[in-house]
């Protein structure tokens, strides 16, 4: 069981930036994706950025030129720079990794969720 450790969420006034970490503490055999997720009132989950191991990224439109995620695979940690805040960005950002089973991938690999953290954008 892996569990993933979420910080630095908060409340900034618009234009404004934060940067979000997520953790997975532990000895595990890699993690194949990392990405951020987030969740306002009365909507769904939507993805906001993923890397891959290799570093591959993807980013959800609303967040483009915006966001930026980056990972450190030696500590197993991802992060989200977000900058210039809208209202529309508030919401509860979770973050999300996908976890090998064995030390290939062909072994399979397991989903993993953080608790969720919230972020609000307000003035």
């Known amino acids: 069981q892996v569990q993933l450790v979420e910080t630095g969420g908060g409340l900034v006034q618009p234009g404004g930036s934060l940067r979000l970490s997520c953790a997975a503490p532990?000895?595990?055999?890699?993690?194949?994706?990392m990405g951020w997720y987030r969740q306002a009132p009365g909507k769904q989950r939507e993805m906001v950025a993923t890397?891959?191991?290799?570093?591959?990224?993807s980013y959800g439109d609303s967040v483009k030129g915006r966001f930026t995620i980056s990972r450190d695979n030696t500590k197993n940690t991802a992060y989200l720079q977000m900058n210039s805040l809208t209202p529309e960005d508030t919401a509860v950002y979770y973050c999300?990794?996908?976890?090998?089973?064995?030390?290939?991938?062909?072994?399979?690999?397991?989903?993993?969720w953080g608790q969720g953290t919230q972020v609000t954008v307000s003035s």
């Open positions: 532990g000895s595990i055999f890699g993690i194949i994706v």
């Open positions: 999300n990794a996908l976890v090998q089973t064995g030390p290939t991938i062909a072994q399979g690999a397991d989903n993993y």
């Open positions: 890397i891959t191991s290799g570093g591959r990224l």
